[in-house]
């Protein structure tokens, strides 16, 4: 059984930058996909970035250029640098993970508020 244990969200001002991480433990069957995903209040949760085992990422529209998500694959742990933070980035932020027999695990999710 995977756990995920977040860190790293928060209070900000706008224009201000957060680094969320995100650690994966008891995987018997190897780490593949690696992502976070966020939710607003009254609003449906979306991906925010994604990240393979090899290193391909996918972005949310609305943070490219701001946001980069990286992995080190040796400590099972995906970041997230969060960039010129808007308050419309307020949110929780969940971290995503799936294994090689493409079981899903969440985070326990963390907040990240953003103050105008």
């Known amino acids: 059984q995977v756990q995920l244990v977040e860190s790293g969200g928060g209070l900000v001002q706008a224009g201000g930058s957060l680094r969320l991480s995100c650690a994966a433990a008891g995987s018997a069957f190897g780490v593949n996909t690696m992502a976070w995903f966020r939710q607003a209040p009254d609003k449906q949760r979306e991906l925010v970035a994604s990240?393979?085992?090899?290193?391909?990422?996918t972005y949310a529209n609305s943070v490219k250029g701001r946001f980069t998500i990286s992995r080190d694959n040796a400590k099972n742990t995906v970041y997230l640098q969060m960039n010129s933070l808007k308050p419309e980035d307020t949110a929780v932020y969940t971290c995503?993970?799936?294994?090689?027999?493409?079981?899903?695990?969440w985070g326990q999710g963390t907040q990240v508020t953003v103050s105008s």
């Open positions: 990240i393979s085992r090899g290193a391909s990422t």
């Open positions: 995503y993970a799936n294994d090689l027999r493409s079981s899903v695990y």
